[in-house]
């Protein structure tokens, strides 16, 4: 039997406070709030709110808060109270404590940064996102009146409580489509047009970041008859960065694995895994397929790391670095196609790194394509005598 194995690609990571931001920019409604770095910012800020009641939110990029349990003893990511003082104290318990959840290392994430907002109560929630949807060549709008659950749940159980509006990309969301969409959530009156110009306003959002999906869960109405974004989840485009330089700026890597980020400096796709037997491939699918192997013979992958097809010298030779720099790894295992890549850059590579990172774990190197010609035989040659000590050291 195959392993069956996901690699999930690094995506843009936001705090819940920056995306609420971007949401803020483009005109949609949510909390007002503040972000504190310290107890005596974050007292302020509550102080500034001067709601009815605030609520205090950890920011991390891990999922769980409410339920997390912080190293300096306070239970919960996520406070409600009506005492700014309060809001000071709880800070000041969350602030540089490590706040451990089901999602985080088991030694927790330590928190820089809280959100300070106004707590407003929910009469209604509701589900709304937009997404590209490949069979309709384009964006889609899907709702449910069914919010503040799992999506997922709500399509298997009552299917005919979701709704979808497909968007023509060049004309965008008009005023009967945001309309109907409204009326499909169940809001009424007054919110409904007020929702169908929140809906419009997503797109906007929407298209303006270059998003791939904005999710609204909720899209509630409040006692006081607002509509507003409670929480939100943004997924960008990654291919847009080079136009989305403010947005990718923000990218929060602090919660990140240090090794997939010195990987990602180097445009090498890297993602650590736990067995002992690092692999060394280029193309997603080949390494996915020599992980399957290698778990097919009784092995385990140490890691994915995926070259590609543009690779150099250089980023051969920092990838042999990040390999041979895992404890667990015991043995290297390359497999090179070499109809993508240029099989004397890999050879090159390996050989340079063979000699100047003293390689001491086994090395099984596996070179073939058409451009196996362009390799001279002196690398050739070199490569299997490096392989050969290597496969002999203790």
Not at 185 to 213: C, E, N, S, W
Request: hydrophobic share 45%; with cysteine; net charge negative.
């Amino acid at each position: 039997k195959l392993l069956s194995l996901s690699f999930p690609r690094r995506w843009l990571n936001l705090q819940e406070y920056q995306s609420k931001k971007l949401m803020q920019e483009s005109g949609v409604a949510v909390q007002r709030f503040y972000v504190a770095d310290t107890a005596s910012e974050a007292l302020e800020a509550a102080k500034r709110l001067n709601a009815k009641e605030i609520v205090l939110k950890a920011q991390i990029l891990a999922g769980g808060r409410g339920k997390g349990v912080f190293d300096s003893g306070l239970k919960g990511g996520v406070h409600l109270t009506k005492d700014p003082a309060v809001v000071g104290e709880l800070a000041n318990k969350m602030l540089g404590f490590n706040l451990t959840t089901k999602q985080t290392p088991k030694d927790g994430v330590k928190v820089k940064t809280v959100m300070v907002a106004e707590a407003l109560d929910i009469s209604r929630e509701t589900y709304f996102a937009i997404l590209m949807d490949r069979s309709c060549n384009g964006p889609v709008m899907v709702g449910s009146p069914q919010g503040g659950m799992d999506i997922e749940e709500v399509a298997a159980s009552t299917p005919e409580l979701i709704f979808k509006e497909v968007i023509d990309i060049f004309e965008g969301v008009q005023d009967d489509q945001a309309l109907r969409m409204a009326t499909n959530l169940g809001f009424k009156g007054p919110l409904q047009k007020q929702a169908a110009d929140q809906i419009k306003r997503l797109y906007d959002l929407f298209l303006k970041v270059d998003a791939t999906q904005v999710e609204v869960n909720p899209l509630g109405e409040t006692p006081e008859g607002q509509v507003v974004c409670f929480d939100a989840k943004i997924n960008f485009d990654d291919n847009a960065e080079f136009r989305q330089k403010a947005v990718f700026a923000m990218d929060d890597m602090t919660e990140s694995d240090p090794t997939e980020m010195q990987a990602a400096k180097w445009d090498l796709k890297y993602i650590g895994l736990d067995g002992n037997i690092a692999c060394f491939v280029n193309g997603a699918g080949l390494a996915m397929a020599t992980c399957d192997i290698i778990d097919l013979h009784g092995g385990k992958p140490a890691n994915f790391l995926d070259l590609g097809g543009g690779v150099q010298e250089r980023q051969v030779y920092e990838a042999f670095k990040l390999l041979t720099a895992d404890p667990k790894v015991e043995a290297i295992l390359v497999n090179i196609f070499g109809g993508i890549v240029n099989c004397a850059i890999i050879a090159n590579g390996i050989t340079k790194a063979c000699r100047e990172l003293e390689l001491k774990v086994p090395l099984v190197v596996r070179l073939e394509g058409e451009k196996m010609l362009s390799v001279h035989m002196h690398t050739l040659a070199d490569l299997a005598f490096l392989t050969l000590l290597a496969s002999l050291s203790p």
